[in-house]
C-alpha cells in the first residue's frame, strides 16, 4: 500500500522520536565504556538501544508511520551508534580500527551517491537484506566483545574478519545499485557521469 504525501513528509512521529532518543542515548554508552568502564552497563544500554530500534521499525509499518525523514533518521542513528560503539572498543581492541575505517569510507561514498539518488528520483529508499546482515554482524561483534571483555586475541580478529567481510560485500552491492540508479536510461539517454 502506497502511503499518502502527508505520512511520507510527518516529521514529528513516534518511531522518528525514538530514533532521536537513540541518538540521544549516545554519549550516555560513551560515558559508561568510556569513563566508568563498565562493560556490561554498556551493554546493557546498548540493549535498550537495539529495542527502542525494533521497536522504531515494527510501529512505523505496523501503524503505517513510515516518513522519509525516518528512512534517513533511522539509518543515521545506527551507524552514530555503530561508529561510535567502535570507537569506543578500539581503546582495548586494536583491530577494530578496521571496520571501523571502513564504516567512515563506506557510509560516507553511499550516503553522497545515495543523496544523488534521490535527487534524481525523488525516491527515498529503505535498507536491504544485505545492509540489515551487516547491522546485525556489527552489533553481535559488538557485544560479543562488550560481555567477553576478555576475549582471546585469534576468537576476537576471526569475530572482525567476519564483519569486516560482510560490510565490504554490502558495500559493493548498494554501490553497485546506486550507480545503476544514476547511470540508468532517463528520457531516452544514459547518465554516463554523476555531477
Given at each position: 500500500m502506497r502511503l499518502d504525501e502527508k505520512t511520507e513528509n510527518k516529521i514529528i512521529t513516534i518511531p522518528n522520536l525514538l530514533s532521536m532518543f537513540r541518538i540521544l542515548l549516545i554519549p550516555v554508552f560513551v560515558w559508561a565504556y568510556c569513563i566508568k568502564g563498565k562493560y556490561l552497563l554498556t551493554a546493557g544500554l546498548l540493549s535498550v538501544s537495539g529495542l527502542t530500534d525494533l521497536a522504531d521499525g515494527f510501529i512505523a509499518r505496523r501503524f503505517h508511520m513510515v516518513s522519509n525523514l525516518g528512512k534517513m533518521l533511522d539509518p543515521i542513528a545506527d551507524k552514530l551508534t555503530q561508529a561510535a560503539m567502535l570507537i569506543c572498543l578500539v581503546t582495548r581492541f586494536p583491530?577494530?580500527?578496521f571496520p571501523l575505517a571502513l564504516l567512515g569510507i563506506k557510509e560516507i561514498s553511499i550516503g553522497i551517491t545515495s543523496f544523488l539518488v534521490i535527487r534524481k528520483s525523488g525516491v527515498v529508499t529503505g535498507a536491504v537484506w544485505h545492509g540489515k546482515v551487516t547491522t546485525a554482524l556489527l552489533y553481535i561483534m559488538i557485544f560479543v566483545h562488550l560481555v567477553w571483555f576478555n576475549i582471546p586475541a585469534a576468537a576476537s580478529n576471526m569475530i572482525?574478519?567476519?564483519?569486516?567481510?560482510?560490510?565490504?560485500?554490502?558495500?559493493?552491492?548498494?554501490?553497485w545499485h546506486n550507480m545503476k540508479c544514476l547511470v540508468k536510461k532517463d528520457n531516452g539517454e544514459i547518465r554516463g557521469s554523476v555531477k
Open positions: 583491530m577494530m580500527c572482525i574478519a567476519i564483519c569486516f567481510a560482510m560490510m565490504l560485500l554490502s558495500w559493493v552491492l548498494y554501490g
